[in-house]
């Protein structure tokens, strides 16, 4: 079954061709990843689609019985909504239901209205789809719902509108770049909730390992051209290869064959005028195609480096508070040289604090931080530069410097070194204002390289880059003889690159971890598997001490129990078992942070009185058995 249809599309900015008479389709199921170097026009296309854009020929179509759910890079919301109507804003009766409920438990004196909402609930069967929807919002951290849509920046936006979408359920999904912002626990979730449901969806995205394991389909946009692979992220790798090599042969036996034509065109008479048409229309066909550009621009990254002395950068006892938030508790650390530390935890336990402390942009609360004389750190950071919008792309790199020094000893001017940088002489001279985000990202990138750091400091550095700018940053850094220090929520990324990790586990504990973020995954799943053996063994000793207490009890000679005190005891066993799973249940909340602080003071005085309780129904328990 077809849900979307593309026919002859074409758009261009000016002279600049992004895509021309492009068609593909795509079918009920399939999920398909949209894959280009930044400024192509992946963006652009899911614009159209969109309906935010229009093209300058050709047509799309999507099937007219299907719901369509779009995830744009920059979402927007009506001002003034609060989270709760943003994420529960849609025409879905099941929805309305549940938000008409969720209005009337902040209002617990009209009974009436409770009444109705409750069996509204009832009638739509709506209780599973709201543990569904509470479920989103939790793993997404989508938390204080009556907060204003306003107050959140832009990562929280883009958040809350992914909840929006899966609590929406379209037929078929379009993201784009539904991975940034997100944390790693976040993004894995959201990998297993694509893989897992029978959903259809066109994504564009640069995360290579959610690409492998989520993507069926991938669609290349190169020079202007499709060119589809059916298969994963491995397979398109190992195709596209192919193709590449292909074109090159195809453009050698061209060359050949039309050395030969034209020799045969030369040799006709010049007043003769019974040249084979046929003949010629093939010259000009085989011409073009012996002259064809193979595109095979590459991404050169090669500055010099300043040299590293023996005294790198030494951290002694930081501690760090945003009011109740502790992100460092006497934290020390001592950087060696040339090593590659990745810095990994959920959103808000203080990841990029901690590098504007390490790079002297903020102060500690208390603590020393001791950094070498021959140190020149270079900070690229998440929220990027403001770039002047009306400076050409030239200009910004000539502000630092108009000449470069590179590793081989040569010096590069601004122009030569943008070029390195994907940047033709043309565009060199186009204004900020016109470029791609991504193409924002490497420009600011180069901005940071060119001042040549040994101390490199790369906080979520693969937002909105392609996947070839991130191979050959990837090379790059595994070669930088210098410190790296990496905040990124790219699974891939961090393992190709980084020698340990730092782990913010929250509330200022941080663990020092020898090995990739893979490695670090098997180990908590290990430790998690452990720990589930060890309190499985606790409860089966306890059964059995139960056993054997009841058993010696029903043996003893002393006084036996009421009819009443029997029937009590029979039921505290089953209490206690019950009053224990919501202690577990209240504790795992708790532990996942991502209740708010009205809410985790809730859940301890809720855990405080269960602990109480089982206190007092085992010691009578105990007294009965007795």
Same mark, same amino acid.
């Given at each position: 079954?077809?849900?979307?249809?593309?026919?002859?599309?074409?758009?261009?900015?000016?002279?600049?061709?992004?895509?021309?008479?492009?068609?593909?389709?795509?079918?009920?199921?399939?999920?398909?990843?949209?894959?280009?170097?930044?400024?192509?026009?992946?963006?652009?296309?899911?614009?159209?689609?969109?309906?935010?854009?229009?093209?300058?020929?050709?047509?799309?179509?999507?099937?007219?019985?299907?719901?369509?759910?779009?995830?744009?890079?920059?979402?927007?919301?009506?001002?003034?909504?609060?989270?709760?109507?943003?994420?529960?804003?849609?025409?879905?009766?099941?929805?309305?239901?549940?938000?008409?409920?969720?209005?009337?438990?902040?209002?617990?004196?009209?009974?009436?209205?409770?009444?109705?909402?409750?069996?509204?609930?009832?009638?739509?069967?709506?209780?599973?789809?709201?543990?569904?929807?509470?479920?989103?919002?939790?793993?997404?951290?989508?938390?204080?719902?009556?907060?204003?849509?306003?107050?959140?920046?832009?990562?929280?936006?883009?958040?809350?509108?992914?909840?929006?979408?899966?609590?929406?359920?379209?037929?078929?999904?379009?993201?784009?770049?539904?991975?940034?912002?997100?944390?790693?626990?976040?993004?894995?979730?959201?990998?297993?909730?694509?893989?897992?449901?029978?959903?259809?969806?066109?994504?564009?995205?640069?995360?290579?390992?959610?690409?492998?394991?989520?993507?069926?389909?991938?669609?290349?946009?190169?020079?202007?051209?499709?060119?589809?692979?059916?298969?994963?992220?491995?397979?398109?790798?190992?195709?596209?290869?192919?193709?590449?090599?292909?074109?090159?042969?195809?453009?050698?036996?061209?060359?050949?064959?039309?050395?030969?034509?034209?020799?045969?065109?030369?040799?006709?008479?010049?007043?003769?005028?019974?040249?084979?048409?046929? *003949?010629?229309?093939?010259?000009?066909?085989?011409?073009?195609?012996?002259?064809?550009?193979?595109? *095979?621009?590459?991404?050169?990254?090669?500055?010099?480096?300043?040299?590293?002395?023996?005294?790198?950068?030494?951290?002694?006892?930081?501690?760090?508070?945003?009011?109740?938030?502790?992100?460092?508790?006497?934290?020390?650390?001592?950087?060696?040289?040339?090593?590659?530390?990745?810095?990994?935890?959920?959103?808000?336990?203080?990841?990029?604090?901690?590098?504007?402390?390490?790079?002297?942009?903020?102060?500690?609360?208390?603590?020393?931080?001791?950094?070498?004389?021959?140190?020149?750190?270079?900070?690229? *950071?998440?929220?990027?530069?403001?770039?002047?919008?009306?400076?050409?792309?030239?200009?910004?790199?000539?502000?630092?410097?108009?000449?470069?020094?590179?590793?081989?000893?040569?010096?590069?001017?601004?122009?030569?070194?943008?070029?390195?940088?994907?940047?033709?002489?043309?565009?060199?001279?186009?204004?900020?204002?016109?470029?791609?985000?991504?193409?924002? *990202?490497?420009?600011?990138?180069?901005?940071?390289?060119?001042?040549?750091?040994?101390?490199?400091?790369?906080?979520?550095?693969?937002?909105?880059?392609?996947?070839?700018?991130?191979?050959?940053?990837?090379?790059?850094?595994?070669?930088?003889?210098?410190?790296?220090?990496?905040?990124?929520?790219?699974?891939?990324?961090?393992?190709?690159?980084?020698?340990?990790?730092?782990?913010?586990?929250?509330?200022?504990?941080?663990?020092?971890?020898?090995?990739?973020?893979?490695?670090?995954?098997?180990?908590?799943?290990?430790?998690?598997?452990?720990?589930?053996?060890?309190?499985?063994?606790?409860?089966?000793?306890?059964?059995?001490?139960?056993?054997?207490?009841?058993?010696?009890?029903?043996?003893?000679?002393?006084?036996?129990?009421?009819?009443?005190?029997?029937?009590?005891?029979?039921?505290?066993?089953?209490?206690?078992?019950?009053?224990?799973?919501?202690?577990?249940?209240?504790?795992?909340?708790?532990?996942?942070?991502?209740?708010?602080?009205?809410?985790?003071?809730?859940?301890?005085?809720?855990?405080?009185?269960?602990?109480?309780?089982?206190?007092?129904?085992?010691?009578?328990?105990?007294?009965?058995?007795?």
């Amino acid at each position: 079954m077809n849900y979307l249809s593309v026919e002859n599309l074409s758009k261009a900015f000016g002279e600049k061709v992004l895509f021309q008479q492009i068609s593909f389709g795509l079918n009920k199921g399939q999920k398909v990843a949209l894959i280009a170097k930044n400024g192509s026009g992946k963006t652009s296309l899911l614009r159209i689609l969109t309906g935010l854009d229009t093209a300058d020929s050709g047509s799309f179509s999507f099937r007219k019985d299907i719901q369509v759910g779009f995830l744009h890079q920059d979402p927007i919301f009506e001002p003034g909504h609060k989270i709760l109507d943003a994420v529960l804003h849609s025409d879905n009766p099941i929805i309305q239901a549940i938000k008409n409920y969720e209005a009337c438990l902040n209002q617990p004196d009209q009974h009436e209205a409770m009444q109705e909402a409750m069996l509204q609930m009832d009638n739509f069967k709506a209780w599973d789809y709201e543990i569904k929807i509470k479920q989103i919002l939790s793993k997404l951290k989508v938390g204080d719902l009556d907060r204003s849509i306003d107050t959140l920046s832009g990562g929280q936006k883009k958040r809350v509108a992914l909840a929006k979408l899966l609590i929406n359920e379209p037929d078929f999904y379009i993201l784009d770049e539904p991975t940034n912002h997100l944390d790693i626990e976040m993004i894995e979730w959201l990998e297993g909730f694509l893989s897992n449901q029978q959903i259809s969806l066109l994504m564009v995205t640069h995360d290579r390992y959610f690409l492998e394991r989520v993507c069926d389909q991938i669609i290349e946009l190169d020079q202007g051209k499709i060119f589809q692979y059916s298969g994963n992220y491995s397979y398109f790798l190992e195709k596209k290869a192919e193709r590449e090599e292909m074109e090159v042969k195809d453009k050698s036996k061209a060359q050949n064959l039309m050395r030969k034509e034209l020799d045969w065109v030369r040799r006709q008479p010049k007043a003769r005028g019974t040249k084979s048409k046929a *003949r010629l229309d093939a010259f000009q066909d085989i011409k073009k195609a012996a002259n064809k550009q193979i595109n *095979r621009d590459n991404l050169q990254l090669d500055v010099k480096m300043t040299r590293l002395g023996k005294k790198i950068l030494e951290l002694e006892g930081l501690h760090k508070n945003y009011d109740d938030l502790k992100i460092l508790d006497n934290f020390s650390y001592i950087f060696k040289r040339q090593e590659k530390v990745g810095i990994v935890g959920h959103n808000g336990v203080g990841k990029s604090t901690f590098l504007h402390i390490i790079s002297g942009q903020m102060p500690p609360d208390q603590g020393q931080i001791s950094v070498g004389e021959t140190i020149v750190m270079g900070y690229y *950071r998440q929220d990027g530069i403001k770039l002047a919008e009306d400076k050409r792309v030239i200009e910004v790199v000539q502000d630092i410097a108009e000449y470069i020094p590179m590793s081989q000893g040569q010096n590069l001017s601004a122009s030569q070194l943008l070029e390195r940088f994907l940047f033709s002489p043309k565009s060199q001279y186009s204004y900020v204002s016109t470029l791609s985000g991504g193409e924002r *990202r490497r420009l600011y990138l180069l901005t940071i390289l060119a001042q040549n750091p040994n101390f490199l400091i790369l906080d979520e550095p693969t937002n909105d880059l392609d996947i070839l700018t991130l191979q050959v940053l990837e090379d790059f850094l595994e070669d930088f003889p210098g410190c790296l220090v990496l905040v990124s929520h790219d699974r891939y990324f961090l393992d190709k690159l980084v020698d340990h990790l730092l782990v913010f586990e929250g509330d200022g504990k941080i663990l020092d971890y020898n090995g990739s973020y893979s490695e670090y995954q098997a180990f908590k799943e290990v430790e998690a598997e452990k720990a589930q053996k060890a309190q499985e063994e606790a409860k089966a000793k306890l059964k059995a001490k139960n056993a054997e207490n009841l058993t010696a009890s029903k043996t003893s000679d002393k006084k036996k129990l009421s009819f009443k005190e029997q029937k009590e005891y029979e039921n505290l066993e089953q209490e206690i078992e019950t009053l224990e799973k919501q202690k577990e249940s209240i504790e795992s909340e708790l532990s996942e942070g991502t209740l708010d602080n009205k809410s985790i003071q809730q859940k301890s005085e809720e855990l405080g009185k269960i602990i109480k309780l089982i206190e007092q129904k085992t010691d009578r328990w105990l007294e009965l058995g007795e």
